[in-house]
């Protein structure tokens, strides 16, 4: 099994992805070998090979953002995973994919120079880029991490570009309009109503002729000016 983990983490090197030692059945990075964490992933295979020859059952981690990738996470073995609903009237390309350890699918893609992604998509679905993520045969909680696709990563397809912009958008509270202002709007001074009242004085005589004359002074039908 080591030198199987060593082989697919050289592969993985040749392709230009930065990768790091995970501590064996375990998501949480070698501090022996890399104490900074996914800081520390690397494509040069000689210190891939002595990372591996020292610790050969060492899980594989992928750093995502310095190998230019991005991630879409689905932990569809969730009850309130919401992956299915948000995809809806969506378009999914066809990209390289891997089955994680507990079940789930790693959508893993090209991402973007420079873009911006929200850390969660919707319930059950978190969107990888700062981090790290395992990759085969990297194993945990008694599951191992397969691929599914041998396809290239496919460019980060717009909806997940488009996904934090429209998060926030569905955020952001609502602007106020006119409906929903209290009070009245007859252009009627309360403070003056008030006032007047607490003196006695009649307030509709005071107040009804700010308001100009009613609807019912004015001339109805085609004739009306």
């Not at 983990?5 to 592969?11: D, F, G």
């Not at 948000?86 to 350890?101: D, H, Y």
């Not at 191992?144 to 569905?170: I, V």
């Amino acid at each position: 099994m080591g030198s199987t983990i060593k082989h697919a983490a050289l592969s993985y090197a040749r392709k230009g992805w930065k990768v790091f030692p995970i501590s064996p059945n375990l998501k949480t990075p070698l501090a022996a070998l890399a104490p900074q964490g996914h800081k520390n992933a690397t494509s040069d295979q000689t210190t891939i090979d002595q990372w591996w020859s020292a610790h050969p059952n060492a899980n594989i981690g992928l750093n995502l953002e310095a190998s230019g990738l991005v991630c879409v996470d689905v932990d569809s073995y969730k009850e309130d995973c919401g992956f299915n609903d948000f995809m809806v009237g969506l378009e999914m390309p066809a990209t390289l994919r891997q089955k994680s350890a507990r079940g789930g699918a790693h959508y893993i893609f090209k991402a973007s120079k420079g873009a911006s992604y929200p850390g969660k998509l919707c319930s059950g679905v978190d969107i990888k880029y700062k981090g790290y993520i395992l990759v085969a045969p990297s194993r945990f909680d008694g599951g191992e991490y397969q691929w599914q696709t041998d396809d290239e990563p496919a460019k980060a397809p717009d909806w997940l570009l488009t996904a934090k912009l429209d998060r926030q958008r569905s955020m952001a509270p609502k602007a106020q309009t006119q409906n929903d202002v209290t009070g009245p709007k007859t252009g009627v001074n309360v403070n003056q109503v008030q006032h007047a009242a607490s003196r006695g004085i009649n307030w509709q005589a005071n107040a009804l002729p700010q308001r100009g004359p009613s609807n019912a002074h004015r001339g109805t039908g085609p004739h009306a000016h």
